[in-house]
């Protein structure tokens, strides 16, 4: 790569230079069929990315044209990723939960000529949605019915180490697997209102071949101005807008972190994070770049945990609910041992920050902190090491803030989580913690070659060679975003250190202005809120109000816990129940106890159910959609300042 670990001046090489580098270690791990963990080595991967991208080729695809990946996160994403760029073309990811609406706002205004989903269910969306899309020219599909048809991935169950078998393609070049051979049956009828077998959308691994000269002529092609990739932003408010990513983008984002993440062959990442999100898609980039091993979740979000300790990373990238809700669940088992039993937990975790802090400085604990440390470590810190695999060396939090006291409990059990910041529209990253310069309370410096300041009011501004050139179709919006020296005009509200150090403290359109003229940053006192192991979500209302308020929703699995352990039936709402309102009364006032008087939740409403993305109140990302909560819940927001 360009300087012996960085990635290629294109993305659409990323593969071809990664085979050649790393040949047959291990590259991508994955559940078979029949349960089992199945690997693939940079080999195969490149293999069966060639037989998808000349698959693509074949179909008709061309440079520059759109191709939309529907999916949940699993092996055949990144196949079709890497064999779109490779075919000359742009991703368009679009998040498998979007509604129907958001979906054809995607497809419609990337102008997607080909979808790749992930099933007949996903398929029969876009179908559905043809009159709508009038540059839509193919639908693929991943898999058919019951999973069948997977290109090299889990369905597919790919051999062991060495990617799909070979098969019997044209004399073009190199046959790539499943692609090939007898599955590389002619197409009919794959246009529009088509499908490659009476109507029914055409597998993404029958595809025909291109000749392989004619696909790694298209890669070579590619520069570091091409647009890779439409990235819709899953906005908070309105239609999602469409960022334009660059080559040239993700290799200034890739040469700029590569010596800051440790990593490397032998080194396996845990991918839970959607595959449609831009952070998971340089996990992947990062990953592969160093010749680790990128080992995809089973696709059920409730076995993560269990995974975890089978799979034993050594990166795992993550949003700080996973570690809130490891925190939580230990401390509510604390708890659960009797009186002062919450009290030792506390202890023992200051006694791991101490000697934390003591080991950052070069320095060992002696003496009782030594001996109270030991039996710490063993009673606890080690067992919380063992559940995250007991490998884990280096995990990323970002997306959101992540609280304070669960970074304090992974510190003290000696796993190091650094926090980092990006947004879409820098490609996905503009600072970040990392083991030559941490600061916890702080999202890291501004990574090389990305300079951050601070306007007047309070905004966060970045410049370099990672941010966009600009929305798609929509230069208004870039006109807003970019200023005329370039600089990108985030909507964060944040704050420099003498020394660097990047602290975001809330976004400028969250700002809550009481009806008193006091300017309250909502995220503090949330994420203070959802420390509680009962509680899910909390939202503060108060803009022209007198004072804030809140709305709370409970955790499901812990008020099921606690229903069983009452004798209750656990399938209840117990959003009224007095020791429901008790505990979520706790953790308003230990919130309260931590911010000014202004920000002190005077009142809250506990809701009967949760948020959710399918219901309009979370965006795809889990992002809060302030407004659709206010306007679903204006009476219970009105009845709390009745009181």
Known sequence: MRDGRHVPGTLAEFVEEAARRYGERPALRFRSPGGDWTEVGYDGLRETVRSVGRGLVALGVRPDDRVAILAETRPEWTYAHFAVLAAGAVVVPVYPTAGEDELAWVLGDSAATVVICEDTTQADRVEALRAKLPGLRHVVRIAGDGGEGAVGGRAAGAASGS???????????????????????????????????????????????????????????????????????????????????????????????????????????????????????????????????????????????????????????????????????????????????????????????????????????????????????????????????????????GGAPIAPQTMDFLRACGIRVFEGYGMTESAGVISLNHPGAVRYGTVGRPVPGCEVRIAADGEVLARGPAVFPGYHANPAATEQALDPDGWLRTGDLGSLDADGFLRITGRKKDLIITSGGKNLTPSLVEAAIQQSRWVSRAVMIGDARPYPVALITLDAEEIAAWARGEGLDPGRGYAGHPVVRARCQEAVDAANAQVARPARIRAFAILDEDFTVGGGELTPTLKLRRSAIANRYAAEIDALYER
């Open 163 to 397: 990617g799909p078998a070979p098969g019997s393609g044209p004399a073009s070049g190199p046959t790539s697997g499943p692609a090939s051979g007898a599955r590389a049956a002619a197409l009919s009828g794959t246009g529009p209102g088509a499908g490659g077998d009476g109507g029914v959308p055409p597998l993404l691994g029958a595809l025909p071949q291109a000749p392989l000269a004619e696909l790694l002529a298209r890669s070579a092609a590619r520069t570091g101005d091409d647009l890779c990739a439409i990235v819709y932003t899953s906005g908070t408010t309105g239609l999602p807008k469409g960022c334009r990513l660059t080559h040239g983008n993700f290799a200034a984002v890739q040469d700029a972190t590569a010596d800051l993440i440790e990593g490397g062959p032998g080194d396996t990442t845990y991918l839970y994070l959607p595959l449609a999100h831009l952070l998971a898609q340089l996990i992947q980039l990062t990953s592969l770049g160093q010749g680790g091993t990128l080992c995809y979740f089973s696709g059920r979000i409730e076995n993560v945990v269990a995974e975890l300790a089978e799979v034993r990373p050594t990166h795992l990238p993550s949003v700080p609910r996973l570690f809130e809700k490891v925190h939580a669940t230990v401390a509510s088992l604390a708890e659960s041992q009797g009186a002062g039993g919450r009290d030792r937990f506390e202890s023992a975790v200051r006694t791991g920050v101490e000697v934390a802090e003591l080991r950052a400085r070069g320095e060992e604990p002696t003496g009782p902190l030594r001996a109270a440390w030991q039996a710490a470590d063993e009673s606890l810190f080690s067992l919380v090491r063992a559940a995250f695999g007991g490998r884990l060396r280096w995990a990323l939090t």
